[in-house]
């Protein structure tokens, strides 16, 4: 058969230069025969078909790591004194890169940094600096339109060191570390509007500032309703003037004309005179003295009259004077009265023309029309007082004006005397001048550090920031300031490098290399190198931080076919556990092994192989036999995660793959994997949108004041969070013709047309105007108040000789008290009575008539008063505005509306200036960071991350949402454990299907099984889950293989015919110290023994036959012989061996005294052979020297000396009084020995130990002990136990035990 030898370490081929790659490794391979001995090959060749096993091989020479050197140490982080953690101390790092990765299984790479704490113990470190935040003053606010309402207000924050007057900013993370936050630098804010001046309505003329003459004028005002705020436009004049009719201060008054007193004072009629009474009488309707009035324009108080004979023609009287057809202007106007024929005389000519019944006057000549009102113009621009004061800006240093002219509505400038003086605004004030405010700004702050290592856009950066804003024509702020009112400043890094990408380089493959340039297994290899992005080969270590992946393999296995028809490679081994199984449907994970096809021209496969299928290549199995059922569990979607405030974003579930023992396993496992995620929208607040405003309505009165309404209708509603719609109607006052206007005008009757024109006397008709001064439009308001009185009536024009009378008087007024019933009465005069023959008589000349209860209700009114109208804002849709009441006199009998006066009022409409707070939106700070995920793993994970709200939403802005707290799932996996699959060891195996003896090779599989069955990386198995995901595949890493039992294979012996056969190893003990040095390690033996011993030609036997290695958490160990059955020989014996108590471990060398070893012979079986003093000789038992027998013990010929005799026979014993030898006083005598009490515990600071197995020092004891107890008992002789000098064959034989020494105890009870 064919001797096999160990494969020697592979060694790199001489001409190969670089320390690792392909080299070679050879064993010896020899021919031996059965009994060892070595023989020609020829015979080992015929049995193998010509073959012999390989005796070199090409192998990878491993590349271990190799590493730079150091770089200098990095200055210390902490370069201060940290007065509030004084141990902070700070650290140093430095670092060293990889020159050369480790490759063919060669050692890992030790670690690229290394870390210690700052030694300040030789130098004193100055205090830290304190940082602290800076708050300026908040600007003025900028609203969103830029005009007024709500808007952002500004201030500058930033970091300064404490104390430091100079402001000099510095990074905001000095302040951070404070663990301060960052005080707001904007926030909501409001500017008012501006509020224009509102005035009311202009109310009546006042009375004439004369009560007569000329130059008086009339005045009328309006009250301020809003006074002008915020830059508002001032109010403009609030009293207007405008001149009165002239009115005589003075004037004739006369009283009726008495009767007409005839010449004739028999006549009945004819020529008479008449009388009345004339006095002078003032404006103030006083009697005065007649020179106050104009002596030309005096009146008669005497004048011719007539009383008309019947047959006389009859006038009437001239009427009033109608009112002046306008009531100014320079060419005055026209007053016109009349009078009438009341009856024709006997002549047939007419009495008098037509032209005699009317006259006209010129009146209100010279009345002004023009209004006079005081004109104000705008503010001139504020000036200095005093150009020779030293203050030149500040509070009323200046003074400003403005001219005042009195002008008329037709713009032209007039007297001022006809405005009033004691209103007129005034045409100076004073001022303030703002002072100019340049710009300040803080000082540079020191350089930062460059924002990038690489790169020529690495640059450093300093930065101010403005501390004060420029205002009123000062110093502008430098150019380039950012919103947050920061200036940086910039300069390129010197010597920064380019920015560099790396990326792996493979090379070709070298030839497949086999030993001895033959056929079969051999490996070829590549260079593979780091290589920079402009070309440069660079250390692997750049690549190695870098590129994200594994590295490429820089050899492997390849094979040279040895020719012939079809061959195959073997399989490869199983691989490990994998998700992908091909087309093959597995319900879990699956191995496969593969085959390749070896030939020298792949052309000729279909020739060389053509029943080849796919299995004949590769096999997959499963990795388990048990199959499960899978479901997917499917969560609720969660929140919609959006970038901004709104918008589209994503929105995550969990999802899982649940076996049917409950346990989550990853998506594969089930049929499909539903989608996690999905987009989502989270709807925009969509404002409501609202029409122009539509016209206005028509006024709600029909005369005096009333309301207007106009509307706007919504046209696109709000949604979701938007802002609700403003007011959609608003009201107004509105002023209409007076309600006096609906009261019927009546003209005067107009004189008798007769219906036959050809007489001049009989039945007629007469026509007056009747007129609604409103316009004929309004006629049926009008009527409402009062029937329309007729226009037309029939009358009577007298004929010569009848009576004439004039017309009837008013009624005499009613009673007022409406509780008696009064009468009425009124009557009229005989103008001219009637011919004594055939003239028609005189009608009644007097009536009464009862009073109407009517009379009494015409003097109710109530006043009726309207809500106030909704705030009409100014400006848009809120902000300062006025609202209005309007009031109306109502006529408790018509129930219609009158003019406010009949309810004691003077103003229809009262005006107060209101408020509509304009909407405020919802505003939130920034989300904060996610949370850490509340699981590892699972299906429960989420994390969630908040917000505030910084302002609520206020008068319909946009409300907040219910998205202040966020959550989403996170970490939704499986949760997993890792566990070591160590299969068993092969057979010991060796070249093909050679048979052999010497050195194999035993395989086995290790793998790390994740708990789901997959294979993982050995880093899980190792390292927790984190640390494994980030360290596996990292060339900087390794492990103890050895030391961890992971290793896969491993040399073997199988003992050719001659050699050293060697039992296996046993099991290493437990972990076991002295029981006497507590300073000696723990120990852990093991061992194994000859089975069979060598010839002279074999392999000889090793030295070592028992192992140990250091432990931790040793124990001290009990001991005990045990001794088997006597075997049936003619001098029967027994083994005898030592066990610890507790444990399985037996025949343990070294661990029981072999002083006290029981007898494995028949002739020394008594126990009391193994006492002190005694031993086995020839198969009998005697007592040594110095000692002596009772028949059942030896014991010391004398009692002892000292302690060092005791001390010689018992260990840990003193001599006591009486000569006994005892137990020291912290030990107990049990099975013989003295030895700690079983209660003792490692405070007792004494201890017992009993000599172990590994101890040498104790073993070398107890053989020097041995050897000076057999040396006495050959000098001394024995003495006999009985008369025959032979100790009887008596005792129990089965048992093991020692009988305890009372020879040393006899004495106990007598001390």
């Known amino acids: 058969m064919w001797g096999i030898g160990e494969w020697t370490s592979c060694r790199k081929v001489e001409t190969i230069d670089i320390p690792c790659g392909l080299g070679q490794k050879t064993r010896s391979v020899t021919c031996i025969d059965e009994s060892g001995r070595d023989v020609p090959e020829d015979g080992c060749l015929q049995r193998n078909r010509g073959n012999s096993p390989l005796d070199l091989e090409i192998c990878s020479v491993p590349c271990d790591c190799e590493l730079s050197d150091w770089t200098w140490w990095s200055p210390c982080s902490q370069i201060c004194l940290d007065t509030e953690d004084p141990t902070n101390v700070g650290s140093e790092t430095r670092s060293r890169e990889i020159l050369r990765l480790p490759d063919r299984d060669g050692l890992p790479c030790a670690h690229l940094t290394e870390q210690r704490e700052c030694d300040t113990s030789n130098i004193t470190l100055a205090e830290c600096p304190v940082y602290e935040w800076i708050t300026q003053d908040w600007q003025d606010c900028e609203p969103t339109d830029d005009i007024c309402g709500g808007g952002k207000e500004w201030r500058q924050v930033f970091c300064v060191k404490t104390g430091d007057i100079t402001l000099q900013p510095v990074d905001e993370k000095h302040c951070v570390l404070n663990d301060e936050k960052k005080p707001a630098s904007r926030r909501a804010c409001w500017r008012e509007c501006p509020v224009d001046c509102q005035l009311g309505e202009w109310e009546n003329w006042s009375a004439c500032s004369k009560s007569c003459g000329e130059g008086g004028i009339h005045l009328r005002q309006r009250e301020v309703l809003a006074e ?89 009287e001239w009427s009033k004077w109608s009112p002046c057809s306008v009531s100014c202007g320079k060419q005055g106007g026209v007053q016109t009265r009349w009078r009438e024929i009341l009856a024709h005389g006997s002549d047939s000519d007419p009495c008098i023309s037509d032209s005699e019944l009317t006259q006209t006057t010129v009146c209100n000549l010279h009345v002004s029309c023009d209004t006079y009102i005081w004109q104000i113009s705008p503010w001139e621009e504020c000036t200095i007082i005093d150009e020779g004061v030293e203050e030149t800006c500040g509070e009323d240093v200046g003074m400003q004006k403005r001219n005042i002219t009195c002008e008329i509505d037709s713009g032209i400038a007039a007297n001022e005397t006809l405005c009033l003086a004691s209103q007129k605004p005034e045409s100076h004030q004073p001022c303030s001048i703002p002072c100019q405010v340049d710009c300040v700004v803080s000082e540079w702050s ?153 030939v020298d021209h792949p052309e000729d496969t279909l020739t060389l192989c053509p029943d080849l299928t796919p299995n004949d290549l590769l096999e997959i199995i499963p990795c388990t036999d048990q199959e499960y059922n899978y479901t997917t569990a499917i969560g609720t979607w969660g929140q919609c995660i959006v970038d901004g405030p709104c918008g589209g974003g994503i929105r995550e579930r969990p999802t899982a793959c649940i076996r049917e023992d409950s346990r989550m396993v990853p998506h594969t496992f089930c049929l499909s994997e539903p989608p996690a995620t999905e987009e989502c929208t989270v709807e925009c607040p969509h404002d409501c949108v609202v029409s122009d405003w539509l016209n206005w309505s028509p006024c709600s009165a029909r005369c005096g004041t009333g309301l207007k309404t106009r509307q706007r209708v919504v046209e696109a509603p709000s949604q979701g969070l938007g802002k609700e719609c403003p007011h959609l109607a608003e009201s107004m006052p509105c002023h209409l013709a007076t309600c006096d206007s609906f009261v019927w005008v009546i003209g005067d009757w107009s004189p008798c047309y007769l219906t036959n024109r050809s007489v001049n006397c009989g039945s007629g008709m007469r026509n007056r105007s009747v007129e609604c001064p409103a316009g004929e439009e309004f006629g049926a308001d009008c009527a409402r108040r009062r029937p329309k009185p007729p226009m037309v009536t029939p009358c009577e024009l007298p004929c010569p000789g009848d009576c004439v009378v004039g017309e009837w008087s008013e009624f005499s007024p009613c009673s007022l008290d409406c509780v008696t019933v009064s009468r009425r009465n009124r009557s009229r005069t005989v103008i001219r009575p009637p011919a004594a023959e055939g003239g028609k008589p005189c009608e009644e000349v007097y009536e009464e008539a009862d009073c109407d209860n009517e009379v009494c209700r015409l003097t109710g009114y109530h006043n009726k008063t309207t809500d106030w109208t909704q705030c009409k804002p100014h400006h848009g849709d809120c902000g300062p505005g006025i609202q209005w009441q309007v009031s109306t006199c109502i006529d408790e009998v018509t129930s219609l509306s009158v003019t406010v006066d009949r309810c004691n009022q003077s103003n229809e409409v009262a005006e107060q200036g209101c408020f509509v707070p304009c909407p405020i939106d919802c505003e939130y700070e920034e989300f904060s960071d996610w949370s850490v995920c509340s699981q590892e793993c699972g299906q429960e994970g989420t994390q969630s991350r908040s917000r505030k709200v910084l302002t609520s939403a206020k008068h319909g802005g946009r409300i907040c949402s219910d998205g202040i707290n966020q959550t989403r799932p996170c970490n939704i996996k499986p949760c997993f454990s890792y566990e070591w699959l160590r299969e068993p060891w092969s057979d010991c195996l060796f070249d093909d299907s050679f048979t052999g003896c010497g050195v194999g090779v035993e395989t086995r599989r290790v793998e790390c099984i994740r708990s789901d069955g997959l294979s993982v990386a050995l880093e899980f198995c190792v390292l927790p889950e984190e640390l494994a995901l980030l360290q596996a595949n990292n060339v900087v890493h390794g492990f103890n293989m050895s030391a961890m039992d992971i290793v896969t294979s491993r040399t073997c012996d199988r003992p050719c015919p001659g050699d050293c056969v060697l039992s296996e190893w046993s099991g290493f003990s437990p972990c076991l110290a002295s029981c006497f040095d507590s300073s000696l390690p723990g120990k852990q033996t093991r061992s194994r023994h000859i089975v069979a011993y060598p010839s002279p030609d074999g392999l000889q036997c090793p030295d070592a036959v028992v192992e140990t290695k250091l432990c931790s958490n040793p124990s001290c160990p009990e001991f005990k012989w045990k001794s088997g059955p006597w075997d049936g020989t003619e001098i029967p014996e027994r083994e005898v061996w030592c066990e610890m108590e507790g444990s399985s471990l037996s025949n343990v060398t070294g661990g029981c005294l072999e002083a006290v070893r029981p007898p494995s012979s028949v002739l020394c079986r008594s126990p009391l052979c193994a006492e002190y003093g005694s031993a086995c000789q020839t198969g009998i038992c005697q007592c040594t020297d110095d000692y002596q027998g009772n028949g059942v013990a030896c014991y010391p010929t004398d009692v002892c000396r000292d302690d060092a005799e005791c001390s010689e026979i018992l260990p840990e014993s003193y001599c006591a009084k009486g000569g006994v030898c005892r137990c020291l006083k912290q030990y107990d005598l049990r099975d013989g020995t003295c030895r700690v009490p079983y209660a003792r515990t490692e405070t007792d600071k004494t201890w017992v130990w009993f000599v172990i197995a590994g101890c040498c020092v104790a073993a070398v004891i107890i053989l020097l002990c041995a050897i000076f107890i057999v040396s006495r008992g050959e000098k001394g002789g024995f003495q006999p136990l009985d008369q025959n000098n032979q100790h009887p064959l008596e005792g129990d034989e089965n048992d093991p035990e020692m009988i305890r020494m009372s020879m040393l105890d006899g004495d106990m009870d007598e001390d």
């Open 446 to 598: 020191d350089w930062s550090d460059c924002n990038q290592t690489c790169g020529l856009e690495a640059h450093r950066e300093r930065s101010k920031v403005v501390l004060v804003l420029d205002a009123n024509g000062g110093i502008p702020c430098p150019n380039g300031t950012n919103e947050e009112r920061v200036l940086y400043e910039s300069m390129p890094c010197e010597g920064v490098p380019p920015c560099y990408s790396y990326q792996w380089h493979a090379g070709n493959w070298s030839q497949c290399l086999v030993a001895r340039d033959l056929c079969g297994q051999g490996l070829r290899e590549r260079e593979v190198s780091c290589q920079r992005n402009d070309g440069e080969t660079v250390d692997p270590g750049f690549c190695v931080r870098e590129v994200f992946g594994s590295i490429p393999l820089s050899h492997e296995q390849c094979y040279i076919p040895c020719g012939g028809d079809c061959e195959l490679t073997e399989w490869t081994p199983y691989g490990p556990c994998q998700p992908d199984c091909g087309t093959t449907r597995y319900t879990g994970y699956c191995r496969q092994r593969s085959k390749k096809l070896v």
């Open 228 to 316: 002008p705020a915020h830059g508002g436009t001032p109010c403009d004049a609030l009293y207007q003037a405008k001149e009165c009719e002239p009115v005589e201060c003075a004037w004739w008054r006369t009283g009726a004309w008495s009767t007409c007193f005839l010449n004739n004072v028999d006549a009945t009629c004819g020529d008479g005179s008449w009388y009345r009474v004339m006095y002078c009488i003032s404006a103030l309707d006083q009697e005065v003295d007649d020179s106050n009035c104009d002596p030309d324009l005096r009146p008669l108080s005497q004048d011719d009259c007539t009383v008309p004979c019947p047959q006389d023609c009859i006038i009437s």
